[in-house]
C-alpha cells in the first residue's frame, strides 16, 4: 500500500484542518498504465469517496485510495520536505505507468492502453494524439482527438481505418467509436 511519511502526514492534517469537518484525502492514478500518467491527491469531503474506494485510517485522518489504481500505487510513497517556499509534498508511485492490463481489466483501462501504447504513437508522427472521453451506451468508446489531428481532413480516414479497427481487433466488447472532437478548429491541422 501507499506508505505516507509522518511529515508528510502532519502536513496533510494541517492541510484538512482547514477543510469541512471529516475531511480526508483520495489517492488516485489518472490514465494508469500509460506514459501519461498521473498520481493525484485530492480532499475527498464525506460523501465524495466512490464505490469500491478502499479506505485507511491514519493518526489524523482518512485516506481513500481508488480501487482501480491500487495496482499502479504498489510501492508508491508520499512525501513533505521543508524547502525556503515553505514545502513541497511529493508523489512517488515507480508503477503508475507500468502497464498493468490484462483480459480481466476494465474496459476504460484496456482502451487507455491501446490508445497510449499503438495508436498514439503513430499519431505522434503529424503532431496528434487520441483519448478517450468516456464509455457510453452498449459499449460505445467515445474519443477526441487533438493537436494535428484536431480539424485535420483526413482525420475520418484515420478514424475509421486506424483507430477504430486497431480497437474493434483488439477489444471485441467494443460495439462502436465515436469522434466528438470538434473538427472546426483547424490551427494546428495536419492536412488542412
Known amino acids: 500500500m501507499v506508505e505516507i511519511t509522518s511529515a508528510a502526514q502532519e502536513y496533510l492534517i494541517d492541510l484538512l484542518s482547514k477543510q469541512g469537518e471529516g475531511s480526508g484525502i483520495r489517492i488516485f492514478v489518472a490514465q494508469p498504465g500509460t506514459m501519461d500518467a498521473e498520481t493525484c491527491i485530492a480532499y475527498c469531503r464525506p460523501g465524495e469517496e466512490q464505490d469500491g474506494d478502499e479506505r485507511h485510517s491514519y493518526d489524523g485522518f482518512i485516506a481513500y485510495f481508488e480501487q482501480k489504481s491500487l495496482p499502479f500505487l504498489e510501492d508508491a510513497f508520499v512525501d513533505f520536505q521543508e524547502d525556503r517556499m515553505g514545502g513541497q509534498l511529493t508523489i512517488k508511485a515507480p508503477n503508475a505507468r507500468t502497464p498493468n492490463v490484462g483480459p480481466d481489466s476494465p474496459l476504460e483501462d484496456r482502451i487507455n492502453y491501446v490508445l497510449y501504447n499503438e495508436v498514439n504513437p503513430g499519431l505522434a508522427a503529424h503532431g496528434g494524439q487520441v483519448s478517450l472521453v468516456e464509455i457510453v451506451e452498449e459499449s460505445v468508446a467515445v474519443l477526441q482527438f487533438g493537436g494535428g489531428c484536431q480539424g ?24 462502436a467509436i465515436r469522434d466528438e472532437t470538434d473538427h472546426s478548429v483547424r490551427e494546428n491541422a495536419y492536412y488542412q
Open 152 to 175: 485535420c481532413s483526413a482525420v475520418d480516414i484515420t478514424l475509421k481505418q486506424g483507430v477504430e479497427t486497431t480497437l474493434l481487433e483488439q477489444i471485441p466488447e467494443l460495439t
